[in-house]
């Protein structure tokens, strides 16, 4: 079993639908919990970024974490055909060594 | 991308020859980190980097060297590239657990 699962898509939804990304991990040292978002040809960017469970909101983009079920999501609200990228999940534990292990990536096609 | 160059962007290079590709920080950041991205495999980490001269492998790391003799230099060299390394390399830079930040990213073709 891989240490983080996500699937790769292509999802493709219509502009203005709530999109729900979602990944899930087998290692229950993990605490920190990311997402980065690729343009095509870029480099990943952080996106959002979490500490322990919970929800964490920024503008149109909502992270939740459910580490008893070692289950992460990004939730886009209204959502923009500039949203359209690849995003990955990523998460870390603690400790000295902060080396983060990453999801493949699910590619999202927001259609105008 | 704001305090992490890496050059070359682009390159095409033949079997068999030694290739360096450099990245380049401005931030002080002391961990420093080269991936691969190839499609179905995501992100595969190549070597790290935790302060100046102090490197240590990751997954894919056969093929490959680093060497980091500045804290705002990190090299990663093929010694002999082979078609499998073909691939585009990114280069991430970190300080402490604030999540990484990465470079624009070096297509490498080897033909």
């Known amino acids: 079993q891989k240490e983080v699962e996500q699937d790769p898509g292509p999802l493709s939804v219509p502009e203005g639908a709530i999109v729900s990304l979602n990944c899930t991990y087998s290692?229950?040292?993990?605490?920190?919990f990311m997402w980065y978002r690729q343009y095509s040809r870029k480099g990943p960017e952080l996106l959002m970024y979490?500490?322990?469970?919970g929800n964490k909101e920024d503008g149109r983009f909502t992270a939740q974490v459910d580490k008893s079920s070692k289950y992460i999501s990004l939730f886009i609200r209204d959502s923009q055909p500039s949203d359209s990228a690849t995003y990955l999940c990523?998460?870390?534990?603690?400790?000295?060594?902060?080396?983060?292990?990453f999801g493949k990536g699910t590619r999202l096609h927001i259609l105008p | 991308d704001a305090g992490i160059t890496q050059s070359p962007r682009h390159k095409v290079t033949e079997t068999g020859t030694p290739v360096t590709l450099r990245c380049h920080q401005t931030?002080?950041?002391?961990?420093m980190y080269w991936y691969r991205q190839d499609p179905g495999h995501g992100l595969r980490l190549i070597h790290y980097?935790?302060?100046?001269?102090?490197?240590d492998k990751g997954e894919v790391s056969d093929g490959y060297s680093v060497s980091r003799s500045k804290t705002e230099d990190f090299l990663l060299t093929l010694e002999s590239a082979t078609s499998s390394q073909t691939s585009v390399y990114f280069c991430?830079?970190?300080?402490?657990?604030?999540?990484?930040?990465f470079g624009s990213g070096t297509r490498l073709t080897v033909v």
């Open positions: 991430a830079i970190s300080e402490g657990q604030d999540g990484y930040t």
């Open positions: 290692n229950s040292a993990f605490q920190y």
């Open positions: 979490t500490y322990s469970s």
């Open positions: 990523a998460m870390s534990a603690l400790g000295r060594d902060d080396k983060i292990i």
């Open positions: 931030e002080n950041h002391r961990y």
């Open positions: 980097s935790y302060g100046v001269k102090d490197t």
